[in-house]
Protein backbone atom coordinates (compact mmCIF):
# COMPACT_ATOMS: atom_id res chain seq x y z
CA UNK A 1 0.00 0.00 0.00
CA UNK A 2 1.04 4.04 -0.54
CA UNK A 3 1.12 7.23 1.08
CA UNK A 4 -0.32 10.10 -1.01
CA UNK A 5 0.36 13.57 0.48
CA UNK A 6 -2.65 16.40 -0.65
CA UNK A 7 -1.22 20.13 0.36
CA UNK A 8 -1.35 23.68 -0.78
CA UNK A 9 0.95 26.39 -1.22
CA UNK A 10 -1.47 29.41 0.24
CA UNK A 11 -4.24 29.45 2.06
CA UNK A 12 -6.99 26.96 1.90
CA UNK A 13 -7.81 26.06 -1.87
CA UNK A 14 -10.02 23.09 -0.45
CA UNK A 15 -7.42 20.43 0.49
CA UNK A 16 -9.48 18.84 3.58
CA UNK A 17 -12.60 18.16 0.89
CA UNK A 18 -10.40 16.82 -1.88
CA UNK A 19 -8.88 14.35 0.64
CA UNK A 20 -12.87 13.97 2.05
CA UNK A 21 -14.11 13.21 -1.38
CA UNK A 22 -11.01 11.01 -2.78
CA UNK A 23 -11.10 9.21 0.16
CA UNK A 24 -14.77 8.22 0.30
CA UNK A 25 -14.56 7.11 -3.76
CA UNK A 26 -10.61 5.85 -3.24
CA UNK A 27 -11.29 2.02 -4.89
CA UNK A 28 -9.87 0.33 -2.39
CA UNK A 29 -9.28 0.10 1.74
CA UNK A 30 -7.85 3.82 2.84
CA UNK A 31 -7.01 6.26 5.71
CA UNK A 32 -7.62 9.84 5.78
CA UNK A 33 -4.68 11.20 7.69
CA UNK A 34 -5.21 14.64 8.97
CA UNK A 35 -1.71 15.87 9.29
CA UNK A 36 -2.07 19.79 8.70
CA UNK A 37 -0.56 21.54 11.91
CA UNK A 38 -3.82 24.42 11.58
CA UNK A 39 -5.69 22.20 13.41
CA UNK A 40 -8.52 20.02 12.60
CA UNK A 41 -11.72 20.34 10.13
CA UNK A 42 -13.32 16.59 9.94
CA UNK A 43 -13.79 16.47 13.79
CA UNK A 44 -16.24 19.74 12.97
CA UNK A 45 -17.62 18.80 9.55
CA UNK A 46 -18.31 15.16 9.81
CA UNK A 47 -19.96 12.72 12.55
CA UNK A 48 -19.28 8.95 13.36
CA UNK A 49 -21.49 6.41 12.31
CA UNK A 50 -25.44 7.12 13.57
CA UNK A 51 -24.36 10.91 13.63
CA UNK A 52 -22.55 10.77 16.51
CA UNK A 53 -19.65 13.33 17.51
CA UNK A 54 -16.20 12.47 16.55
CA UNK A 55 -14.28 11.82 19.41
CA UNK A 56 -11.37 14.51 19.07
CA UNK A 57 -9.12 13.45 21.83
CA UNK A 58 -8.26 10.49 19.29
CA UNK A 59 -6.18 10.92 16.69
CA UNK A 60 -2.72 12.55 15.84
CA UNK A 61 -1.89 13.49 19.46
CA UNK A 62 -3.22 10.13 21.08
CA UNK A 63 -1.19 8.16 18.76
CA UNK A 64 2.03 10.25 19.51
CA UNK A 65 1.83 9.28 22.98
CA UNK A 66 1.46 5.43 22.55
CA UNK A 67 3.57 4.92 19.49
CA UNK A 68 6.66 5.94 21.32
CA UNK A 69 7.13 1.94 21.35
CA UNK A 70 6.73 1.61 17.85
CA UNK A 71 4.23 2.17 15.02
CA UNK A 72 2.35 0.11 13.05
CA UNK A 73 -0.73 -0.63 11.01
CA UNK A 74 -2.74 -2.23 14.24
CA UNK A 75 -1.36 0.85 16.35
CA UNK A 76 -2.58 3.22 13.54
CA UNK A 77 -5.68 1.82 13.34
CA UNK A 78 -6.49 2.09 17.44
CA UNK A 79 -6.39 5.63 17.09
CA UNK A 80 -8.39 6.20 14.03
CA UNK A 81 -12.16 6.17 13.72
CA UNK A 82 -14.41 5.55 11.19
CA UNK A 83 -16.55 8.45 9.64
CA UNK A 84 -20.35 8.25 8.63
CA UNK A 85 -20.54 6.39 5.44
CA UNK A 86 -17.54 3.94 6.30
CA UNK A 87 -14.43 6.10 5.98
CA UNK A 88 -11.47 5.47 8.33
CA UNK A 89 -9.74 8.97 9.72
CA UNK A 90 -7.39 9.70 12.04
CA UNK A 91 -8.17 12.56 13.30
CA UNK A 92 -5.07 16.11 13.17
CA UNK A 93 -4.59 18.02 16.52
CA UNK A 94 -7.41 20.54 17.85
CA UNK A 95 -5.29 23.56 17.69
CA UNK A 96 -1.88 24.78 16.46
CA UNK A 97 -0.72 24.92 19.85
CA UNK A 98 -0.73 20.98 20.54
CA UNK A 99 1.84 20.48 17.40
CA UNK A 100 5.13 20.74 20.01
CA UNK A 101 3.27 17.42 21.61
CA UNK A 102 3.77 15.62 18.43
CA UNK A 103 7.34 17.16 16.75
CA UNK A 104 9.15 13.83 17.12
CA UNK A 105 6.41 11.55 15.28
CA UNK A 106 6.09 13.23 11.66
CA UNK A 107 9.29 11.53 10.63
CA UNK A 108 8.38 7.90 11.69
CA UNK A 109 4.90 8.44 10.67
CA UNK A 110 5.40 8.98 7.27
CA UNK A 111 7.26 5.70 6.92
CA UNK A 112 4.51 4.06 8.72
CA UNK A 113 1.98 5.62 6.44
CA UNK A 114 3.96 4.40 3.50
CA UNK A 115 4.60 0.98 4.04
CA UNK A 116 0.82 -0.02 5.87
CA UNK A 117 -0.35 -3.23 4.80
CA UNK A 118 -4.15 -2.91 5.09
CA UNK A 119 -4.66 0.15 3.85
CA UNK A 120 -3.90 2.97 1.22
CA UNK A 121 -3.32 6.83 3.77
CA UNK A 122 -4.31 9.95 2.29
CA UNK A 123 -2.52 12.68 4.35
CA UNK A 124 -4.45 15.95 4.32
CA UNK A 125 -0.58 18.11 5.03
CA UNK A 126 -2.77 21.20 5.04
CA UNK A 127 -0.33 24.17 4.08
CA UNK A 128 3.15 23.46 2.98
CA UNK A 129 6.51 24.59 3.19
CA UNK A 130 10.61 24.09 3.68
CA UNK A 131 10.10 24.87 7.36
CA UNK A 132 6.71 23.08 7.65
CA UNK A 133 6.90 20.75 10.56
CA UNK A 134 4.92 18.10 8.32
CA UNK A 135 7.18 18.06 6.13
CA UNK A 136 8.32 14.57 7.16
CA UNK A 137 5.30 13.00 6.23
CA UNK A 138 5.13 14.67 2.61
CA UNK A 139 8.44 13.69 2.06
CA UNK A 140 8.01 9.75 2.68
CA UNK A 141 5.02 9.73 0.23
CA UNK A 142 4.81 7.64 -3.22
CA UNK A 143 2.98 10.85 -4.81
CA UNK A 144 2.65 14.99 -3.37
CA UNK A 145 -0.32 16.27 -4.69
CA UNK A 146 -0.57 20.36 -4.57
CA UNK A 147 -4.16 21.77 -5.02
CA UNK A 148 -4.69 25.34 -6.00
CA UNK A 149 -8.14 26.87 -7.70
CA UNK A 150 -8.00 28.59 -11.05
CA UNK A 151 -7.00 32.25 -9.58
CA UNK A 152 -3.89 34.22 -10.31
CA UNK A 153 -2.55 34.67 -7.03
CA UNK A 154 -3.01 30.59 -6.16
CA UNK A 155 -1.62 29.84 -9.00
CA UNK A 156 1.97 32.10 -8.41
CA UNK A 157 1.86 30.30 -4.99
CA UNK A 158 1.83 26.94 -6.49
CA UNK A 159 4.79 27.71 -8.86
CA UNK A 160 7.09 28.91 -6.33
CA UNK A 161 6.25 26.35 -4.05
CA UNK A 162 6.49 23.36 -7.08
CA UNK A 163 9.95 25.54 -7.39
CA UNK A 164 10.82 25.00 -3.52
CA UNK A 165 9.42 21.58 -2.96
CA UNK A 166 11.34 20.00 -5.93
CA UNK A 167 14.21 20.35 -3.91
CA UNK A 168 12.88 18.66 -0.85
CA UNK A 169 10.99 15.70 -2.16
CA UNK A 170 11.89 12.69 -4.41
CA UNK A 171 8.10 11.37 -4.98
CA UNK A 172 5.86 12.05 -8.06
CA UNK A 173 4.47 15.67 -8.47
CA UNK A 174 1.27 16.04 -9.10
CA UNK A 175 -1.10 19.37 -9.10
CA UNK A 176 -4.88 19.32 -8.97
CA UNK A 177 -7.11 22.00 -10.16
CA UNK A 178 -10.29 22.59 -7.51
CA UNK A 179 -12.27 24.80 -10.16
CA UNK A 180 -15.81 25.02 -11.24
CA UNK A 181 -16.46 22.98 -14.34
CA UNK A 182 -16.95 25.81 -16.45
CA UNK A 183 -14.14 27.19 -15.69
CA UNK A 184 -12.11 25.38 -17.98
CA UNK A 185 -10.15 28.26 -19.84
CA UNK A 186 -9.09 29.05 -16.07
CA UNK A 187 -7.99 25.40 -15.65
CA UNK A 188 -5.82 25.82 -19.05
CA UNK A 189 -4.05 28.65 -18.23
CA UNK A 190 -2.54 26.39 -14.89
CA UNK A 191 -1.49 24.22 -17.09
CA UNK A 192 0.09 26.51 -19.60
CA UNK A 193 2.06 27.83 -16.27
CA UNK A 194 3.28 24.30 -15.65
CA UNK A 195 4.23 23.78 -19.03
CA UNK A 196 6.38 26.64 -18.77
CA UNK A 197 7.91 25.46 -15.65
CA UNK A 198 11.11 23.53 -15.59
CA UNK A 199 9.92 21.60 -12.99
CA UNK A 200 8.56 17.45 -14.04
CA UNK A 201 4.43 17.50 -13.14
CA UNK A 202 3.83 13.76 -13.23
CA UNK A 203 0.28 14.06 -13.22
CA UNK A 204 -2.53 16.77 -13.54
CA UNK A 205 -6.00 16.83 -12.53
CA UNK A 206 -9.53 19.07 -12.69
CA UNK A 207 -11.50 18.61 -9.59
CA UNK A 208 -14.90 19.87 -10.66
CA UNK A 209 -15.85 22.04 -7.51
CA UNK A 210 -19.42 22.78 -7.46
CA UNK A 211 -21.57 23.67 -4.10
CA UNK A 212 -23.99 21.07 -3.81
CA UNK A 213 -21.23 18.14 -4.15
CA UNK A 214 -18.98 20.36 -1.28
CA UNK A 215 -22.36 20.76 1.19
CA UNK A 216 -22.09 16.89 1.46
CA UNK A 217 -18.65 17.08 2.87
CA UNK A 218 -19.32 20.07 4.74
CA UNK A 219 -21.64 18.10 6.54
CA UNK A 220 -24.83 20.18 5.03
CA UNK A 221 -25.84 17.97 1.95
CA UNK A 222 -29.03 16.95 0.38
CA UNK A 223 -30.43 15.07 -2.34
CA UNK A 224 -28.31 12.67 -4.71
CA UNK A 225 -24.38 13.09 -3.92
CA UNK A 226 -23.96 10.66 -6.97
CA UNK A 227 -25.19 13.45 -9.78
CA UNK A 228 -22.86 16.19 -8.57
CA UNK A 229 -20.05 17.21 -10.88
CA UNK A 230 -17.30 16.88 -8.14
CA UNK A 231 -18.47 13.06 -7.21
CA UNK A 232 -17.94 12.72 -11.07
CA UNK A 233 -14.57 13.77 -11.45
CA UNK A 234 -13.32 12.70 -8.14
CA UNK A 235 -14.31 9.04 -8.85
CA UNK A 236 -11.87 9.28 -12.41
CA UNK A 237 -9.35 10.72 -9.65
CA UNK A 238 -9.65 8.73 -7.30
CA UNK A 239 -9.23 6.01 -9.60
CA UNK A 240 -6.58 7.23 -11.48
CA UNK A 241 -4.30 7.79 -8.06
CA UNK A 242 -5.09 4.70 -6.92
CA UNK A 243 -3.56 2.90 -10.06
CA UNK A 244 -0.73 5.24 -9.76
CA UNK A 245 0.09 4.28 -6.61
CA UNK A 246 -0.70 1.24 -6.75
CA UNK A 247 2.63 0.47 -9.18
CA UNK A 248 5.97 -0.88 -7.89
CA UNK A 249 8.17 2.32 -6.85
CA UNK A 250 11.51 2.64 -8.38
CA UNK A 251 12.61 0.90 -5.19
CA UNK A 252 10.85 -1.99 -5.62
CA UNK A 253 11.06 -2.79 -9.41
CA UNK A 254 15.29 -2.57 -8.16
CA UNK A 255 15.20 -4.95 -5.64
CA UNK A 256 13.25 -7.28 -7.76
CA UNK A 257 16.06 -6.58 -10.70
CA UNK A 258 18.49 -7.36 -7.95
CA UNK A 259 16.73 -10.64 -6.42
CA UNK A 260 15.87 -11.46 -10.11
CA UNK A 261 18.77 -10.56 -12.78
CA UNK A 262 18.01 -10.46 -16.39
CA UNK A 263 18.12 -13.76 -17.78
CA UNK A 264 17.95 -15.99 -14.41
CA UNK A 265 15.46 -18.98 -14.76
CA UNK A 266 13.07 -18.43 -12.34
CA UNK A 267 11.75 -21.51 -10.34
Keep these: MA ?9 SPGVTTASLVLGALWPRQVLLAECDPAGSDVAIRMTAPGGQPLNSDRGLLSLAAAGRKGLGDEVIMA ?48 RIGPASPQLPVVQAARLVVLVCTATGSSVAHLRERLSSLVHHVDARLAVMVVA ?19 IQIHHRWHLAYDPVGAS ?33 SQYEYDMAQAAFPEGEVRR
Excluded at 81 to 95: A, E, K, P, T, W
Excluded at 217 to 226: M, Q
Design 79 to 126: HSQQLDGGLDVMLGVRSPEQIGGIAGLWAPLGLTFNQMHSADVLADCG
Design 3 to 11: LVALASAKG
Design 180 to 198: DPKRRDGVKQVWSVLDAMS
Design 216 to 248: FFDGRGHGRLEKTALIRTGSEIAADMASIVGMP
